[in-house]
């Protein structure tokens, strides 16, 4: 194994060196600066060590992205204690069974999920802390409510006369190996599994991320946090990353809505963009496409003397649309619909897709804009291998496997679903399905999972089929289900639109019928749609925007 540095101690050196920096801010709310966040980890570490928390320890962190969960989340791993954190969007049930299954000896809430959880249900829990104010909310040990009675008196006590630079020291890791973070998958099929994150995965995505983007941002630049930090892709790349380097990120602190996001990228002008494919989706349908999308601008697109000043005009709204001062958006968590990316590709706008998963923390495959090849999520990253298993990876879909410093220790308590997942040779095993061209670009098919059979025996790729049907008339978003031989698109309509236009429930079916025909004879005749039914509520969605689609087969 190469030598990797210490991560803990990337931190330190990041905090002294920005020392007088912003670091952290809730959108229209507090600001952080990097010696505020060092002295709120070591009031942090103080009361762990007066609690009884050790080297190894559990500690679960669940709650709204803000600067006082990013500071908890500091806290812990520069102590010496492994972090589990926890999607906010998580039931109460949920919430419990993996501050159980973890072994979590201490719990951070945020203000809603404090309103919903049961201490009585975690009981291995020695305490529950409350974000917004660190204060004890709950507690079976009398150190931790001594500890936190008595902070600021032992804070002062141990710094007589003020906390500077050289009282940062920080827990040192003793292997790359090391554990660092169990991060509970969202997923899509039943209870997630603890994916143990070891301390050189997260090196490992830190260094790939210096190496693409270390020159295209310095110290002070802002960035926007929208993707949960208890999600692997937006911890890494909206929060982990930046304050490395230095950077001052907003955090939106509440449901982002794109009206949210596009004031936020107005105000922020972030240097870089993270975000899923649903959030760029929706605010170029909604703020860019009715613009254009009109007989004047159609025929001046048409028109070979004006139509490329005209794409650059374009280019330029869209992005001022996001804040005009980034230097690319940065897509994935979900697949990309082709009809928006390939809007953005003819604009030129700067724009690349990724690809990862929670076991690789998370990345696995990027390109720069300047050489992403469209449709496809990139090629293998540094430090990581990718190859596809199938007999013909161009032309034949296999599963995409991965290998490298990335890949995860196993799942937690779980060595039966960690056989399944990673090899005897350290393949990671996606479960996800793909082609890859000469120059090692992947391009994704689908979840192996989500895979329908065709009545001869032909593979069926559902997410294909959707986002086809995704660009037609009325559609706001789909799931290919199969009944029986037969292939039904469930729907749920774009009813704002519908309302604006004063359209029925039976003008909607019809349109829907249309676009059913219209798409079936661009389809195999296997894939062809039998029937497209209306789905009144949007689907239910994981944390990182990908349809929960077994809900709605299993519905049946």
């Known amino acids: 194994m190469e030598n990797i540095p210490s991560f803990n101690e990337l931190m330190e050196k990041s905090i002294i060196d920005h ?12 600001t952080l600066q990097y010696h505020d966040v060092a002295r709120k980890i070591e009031k942090l570490h103080i009361l762990f060590e007066n609690s009884g928390v050790e080297r190894g320890d559990k500690i679960a962190i669940c709650g709204r992205n803000c600067a006082h ?4 989340f500091w806290a812990t791993l520069t102590y010496g204690a492994v972090c589990v954190p926890v999607l906010h969007e998580f039931t109460p049930d949920q919430v419990h069974n993996i501050v159980n299954h973890s072994d979590a000896k201490i719990l951070f809430v945020g203000d809603v999920v404090a309103k919903g959880i049961d201490p009585t249900k975690m009981p291995g829990l020695e305490g529950i802390i409350y974000n917004p104010d660190y204060s004890v909310l709950f507690s079976r040990s009398e150190k931790l409510t001594f500890a936190r009675e008595h902070l600021n008196e032992m804070f002062g006590k141990k710094y007589p006369k003020y906390f500077r630079k050289e009282h940062v020291h920080y827990y040192k890791e003793q292997s790359p190996d090391e554990l660092c973070i169990i991060n509970y998958t969202s997923g899509t099929t039943g209870f997630s599994k ?6 050189r995965a997260m090196w490992s995505n830190f260094d790939f991320a210096c190496q693409v983007l270390g020159d295209k941002l310095k110290a002070g630049d802002h960035v926007l946090s929208i993707l949960p930090m208890a999600h692997m892709y937006g911890m890494a790349f909206e929060f982990l990353f930046e304050i490395l380097k230095g950077c001052h990120i907003f955090f939106l602190t509440r449901v982002p809505s794109p009206a949210i996001i596009a004031q936020a990228f107005s105000d922020i002008r972030p240097s870089i963009i993270i975000a899923v494919p649903l959030i760029i989706e ?3 349908r909604k703020k860019v496409f009715p613009k254009i999308q009109n007989n004047r601008m159609r025929l001046l697109l048409s028109m070979p003397v004006v139509s490329k000043k005209v794409r650059q005009l374009i280019c330029q709204q869209v992005t001022e649309a996001f804040g005009g001062n980034f230097y690319e958006v940065i897509i994935g968590g979900a697949a990309f619909n082709q009809e928006v990316e390939a809007f953005m590709r003819r604009i030129e706008f700067p724009y690349t897709v990724g690809y990862g998963a929670t076991e690789c923390a998370p990345i696995i495959t990027y390109s720069d804009y300047s050489t992403f090849r469209q449709g496809s999520c990139g090629r293998a990253v540094p430090h990581m291998e990718v190859k596809i298993n199938s007999v013909d990876p161009e032309h034949v879909p296999g599963e995409i496997l991965a290998r490298g410093l990335n890949v995860m220790l196993g799942y937690y308590k779980n060595e039966v679903a960690t056989a399944e997942t990673i090899d005897d040779d350290g393949w990671y095993h996606t479960g996800d399905l793909g082609l890859m061209d000469a120059e090692g670009n992947v391009f994704i098919k689908g979840r192996s999972k989500n895979m329908l059979l065709g009545a001869n025996g032909q593979n069926i790729y559902p997410e294909e089929i959707e986002d086809k049907l995704n660009s037609m008339a009325m559609v706001s978003e789909s799931v290919v289900i199969q009944e029986g031989e037969k292939l039904v698109g469930l729907v749920h309509p774009d009813y704002d639109e519908a309302k604006n236009l004063g359209f029925t429930t039976e003008d909607l079916n019809n349109i829907m019928e249309q676009n059913r025909k219209e798409l079936n004879e661009i389809l195999p005749a296997y894939s062809k749609l039998s029937s497209i039914r209306l789905q009144k509520e949007e689907f239910e969605k994981t944390p990182k925007k990908s ?10």
Do not use: F, H, S
């Not at 603890?194 to 301390?199: L, Q």
């Open 19 to 30: 020392w007088d920096l912003d670091a952290l801010t809730d959108y229209k709310g507090i």
């Open 194 to 199: 603890g994916v143990m994150i070891p301390y």
């Open 282 to 284: 929706k605010i170029i």
């Open 547 to 556: 349809i929960k689609r077994y809900l709605y087969q299993e519905a049946l």
């Open 69 to 72: 969960w990013a500071v908890a």
